[in-house]
Structure formats: structure tokens, C-alpha cells
């Protein structure tokens, strides 16, 4: 929903962009929990952007980064092949992200999470966005 109350429809390359600016911003002047909040949310909308260009809705998978980087992706694989080459790298740091992060930490103490863990989600993050949202973009993929 916008600001004005109107209906719109999520922009996910918009706002992983947006995300990745502030959780690197938030890791530079020390707010990791935050920093680890919004780098989970930079892939969950990478994910999202790509299984939408597949035409299918990321909305069923709410804020399931496991499920959207499995199910969700090979669904849209599956459905249009093309979009095979937009896959969520599957490094340590993505592994670390799969098995520690959710929308639940917004509500976490602040310091709760470690420097070592926000610089792992963003690094997850930063290779996230750049393997599917940047490259589906330079391949000509907009928005819906």
C-alpha cells in the first residue's frame, strides 16, 4: 500500500535495492541487528523479483527465504526456463542466512546479533542481489 493509502504492487527489485543500500549503511555505523534484519529481507525480495518474472506470485511464500529459494525458484524454472539463470548462490553465507534468519528479528534486543553474523547476512545479500536482480535486469527483466 502506498503512502496515500492507494493499492500498488511491490516493486521487489526497487526495494532490495533500497534494502541493500540501508543494511550496508546500518553495518557501517554498528547497527547489526538491523543490518542482519534487512539483509535477509534484500533476498527475500531478489527471490521474489525472479519467481515473479517466472509470472508467478511470491505473496503464497510470505517471508520464507528457504522455501522461495527452493520451491519457488524451481517452480519457476520449471515454468520458464529462462529465468534458471537468475539462482541464489549457495555459499556458506547464504547457508547461514537459510538456517538463522527471520522477519522475527526486527523484534530482537538490540545486540542480539553479532558483527560477524550481519557482515555474513550481507554478504549473502550482495551475492543474492547481484545473481538474480542485477542480472535479470541487464537482461532486460522490468518490473511487472
Avoid at 63 to 83: F, G
Wanted: charged fraction near 20%.
Amino acid at each position: 500500500m502506498a503512502i496515500d493509502g492507494s493499492v500498488t504492487r511491490e516493486a521487489f527489485a526497487s526495494a532490495a535495492g533500497r534494502h541493500l543500500d540501508d543494511a550496508d549503511l546500518l553495518l557501517h555505523c554498528g547497527r547489526f541487528d538491523n543490518a542482519a534484519y534487512l539483509a535477509g529481507y534484500v533476498v527475500e525480495c531478489s527471490l521474489k523479483f525472479v519467481v515473479e518474472a517466472a509470472g508467478l506470485s511470491g505473496a503464497p511464500y510470505r517471508h520464507d527465504i528457504v522455501m522461495l529459494s527452493r520451491e519457488a525458484l524451481n517452480l519457476a524454472c520449471l515454468l520458464t526456463p529462462t529465468v534458471w539463470r537468475y539462482q541464489a548462490p549457495q555459499t556458506p553465507e547464504m547457508t547461514d542466512l537459510h538456517s538463522t534468519w527471520n522477519p522475527s528479528l526486527r523484534y530482537s534486543r538490540t545486540g542480539e546479533v553479532p558483527q560477524s553474523t550481519a557482515q555474513r547476512f550481507l554478504r549473502a545479500a550482495y551475492d543474492t542481489y547481484a545473481a538474480t536482480t542485477v542480472q535479470a535486469i541487464l537482461d532486460g527483466r522490468k518490473e511487472a
